[in-house]
Structure formats: structure tokens, C-alpha cells
């Protein structure tokens, strides 16, 4: 089975139906802005990832989609709720229609760095043909120019858990959710998104269902 890598491709338009971590989510008109279950503040937004009807990572030429995957995590206090559990509501994970999505609006807080990244980094997809994600990630990183910071995560395939498996099942129908993409936090720290400081993240669907989790490890 191969890789696809996400690799870091420069500054994006922050609102941009692309896949992209940072930025402005899109959603529904009339869509709330995500909050935490434990502290009750808003959650800040992280990616944004283009899905197919069945909800798997896809890549077309004309950029539309069929579904657009949206992640969100509490950074009001970093560390204090339970951000990386799947289940303990400190993150969000929504699966949306691509058609008709707007720019979310913002609830007003004093500080703006709990609800954003500092940046919106678009998303290059590059296809290896080695199975293991790590492998894959040193090889590219090999390449002219090329800096292995600079690999933001996978798309699909099977999970690289740090830690056990954690792999969620739906609660719609009990199946165990499909790998969506799995995200480095990032090259730069100024636009990082906080995993405990050395973590891996992974986003799941179940697509039949329209659902979606999120969860990380260090």
C-alpha cells in the first residue's frame, strides 16, 4: 500500500475550499462555532480536509469535493481539558457538505490565538511507494530543498500510533472509523498546532453515518 504524504506547499488563502490546516472554517450558514465541553470556551480551528461521498481523502483537479472534514480542539488553558481524548468533548470533528459552505463567524474573545492558527498552510500531495509512513516521510525528505518538518501528515491509509491503538468506532453503527489523515503539528512555530509539543494527531469518519472524531497522542 502506498503513502500520501501531506507536505507543506507556502501560505494559503485562509478561507480557501482547499486542504489546508490554519485558516477560517467553512461550514453551513447558521453553523455555532464548536465549544469545549469541559471549559466551555471556544474551540480553535485547525484543518480542513476535501473527502469524496464516501468520505476518503480525495484529490481532483478542479479542487470540488463532495464533503469537506473540519477539526477543531480547545486551546483556552493548553492542558487543562482533555484535548486529545476522542470522547471527552475538549475536540470536535464534523463531516460537512462542500456545497454552500461559508466562512464560520467567530465569537469575540480577547484573544484571538484560541481560535486560529497563526497561519493558513496550504497542502501538497505527494504519492510514495513505501507502505510505512515514516519511511516514506525520510525519503521525501531526501529531495533538493526539501526539510522533513515540511511533512504536515498522511492522508488515509492505516494509522501511526505513537501510543496504542486507539482507533474510535461509530456511534451510529459500531463500526470502527476509517483514517481520514494523520497530522504532524506542523514545521513552523508560529503556526503549530499543539499536541503536547512532540505528538501526532489522527482524524477518522464513517462516512454511511456522516460522522467524525479526532484524537492525538505524544
Not at 8 to 16: C, F, K, Q, T
Not at 50 to 61: C, E, F, G, I, K
Not at 92 to 104: D, N, S
Amino acid at each position: 500500500m502506498a503513502t500520501t504524504l501531506m507536505t507543506y506547499a507556502g501560505p494559503a488563502e485562509p478561507d480557501a475550499l482547499v486542504t489546508r490546516t490554519g485558516g477560517v472554517p467553512l461550514a453551513p450558514a447558521g453553523t455555532a462555532w464548536p465549544t469545549c465541553a469541559e471549559c466551555g470556551g471556544p474551540m480553535q480551528f485547525l484543518a480542513q480536509v476535501l473527502l469524496d461521498d464516501r468520505a476518503r481523502p480525495t484529490v481532483r483537479a478542479d479542487g470540488r469535493a463532495e464533503l469537506v472534514l473540519a477539526v477543531f480542539m480547545c486551546q483556552t488553558d493548553p492542558g487543562m481539558c482533555e484535548a486529545w481524548s476522542a470522547t471527552d468533548g475538549a475536540n470536535a470533528a464534523f463531516l460537512l457538505p462542500a456545497e454552500g459552505l461559508a466562512p464560520l463567524s467567530a465569537p469575540a474573545v480577547e484573544d484571538e490565538e484560541v481560535l486560529y492558527l497563526g497561519a493558513a498552510n496550504a497542502v501538497e500531495l505527494t504519492d510514495s511507494s513505501l507502505d510505512d509512513y515514516d519511511g516514506a516521510r525520510q525519503e521525501w525528505g531526501r529531495g533538493d530543498g526539501r526539510e522533513v518538518l515540511h511533512v504536515l501528515g498522511r492522508l488515509g491509509g492505516r494509522p501511526d500510533w505513537l501510543q496504542g491503538d486507539e482507533t474510535p468506532s461509530c456511534g451510529g453503527c459500531g463500526r470502527d472509523m476509517d483514517l481520514v489523515a494523520q497530522f504532524e503539528e506542523g514545521p513552523h512555530h508560529a503556526t503549530a498546532m499543539n499536541f503536547g509539543g512532540c505528538g501526532m494527531a489522527y482524524a477518522f469518519a464513517c462516512g454511511p453515518c456522516r460522522a467524525a472524531a479526532f484524537l492525538w497522542q505524544c
